[in-house]
């Protein structure tokens, strides 16, 4: 499967952002799908996964309460809704896919990355 994020962009602290990461190849109901970030200079971090079927999600703390994951299997396409975003949230962020069965916060579990987007929160 390929994977294409999008929905970047320089935004103020407080706003909001959906990126939108859409797979291309069959099967994109049997994959977890996660988002990731890294900021320059420090290691990529997780942010949030869902399930298959999408009934079941998983966040950082730092994120939690702020930022929804959310997919649409019919559209091939899995979101992340980031609300009330701070200068800390400045990062590139990719969307990944596991087939295995995985914790949902290893990258070392996902077999497919798109690449990244940059987002940009100003102060």
């Known amino acids: 499967v390929q994977l294409q994020a999008s929905g970047g962009g320089l935004v103020q602290a407080g706003g909001s952002l959906r990126l939108s990461c859409a797979a291309s190849g069959r099967a994109f109901s049997n994959y977890r799908m996660g988002w990731f970030r890294q900021a320059p200079g420090k290691e990529r971090e997780f942010v949030a996964s869902?399930?298959?079927?999408?009934?079941?999600?998983y966040y950082a703390d730092s994120v939690k309460g702020r930022f929804t994951i959310s997919r649409d299997n019919a559209k091939k396409t899995v979101y992340l809704q980031m609300n009330t975003l701070e200068p800390e949230d400045t990062a590139v962020y990719s969307c990944a896919g596991a087939l295995r069965a995985t914790a949902p916060n290893n990258p070392l579990g996902y077999d497919y990355w798109g690449q990244g987007t940059q987002v940009t929160v100003s102060s």
């Open positions: 869902i399930s298959y079927s999408g009934g079941s999600t």
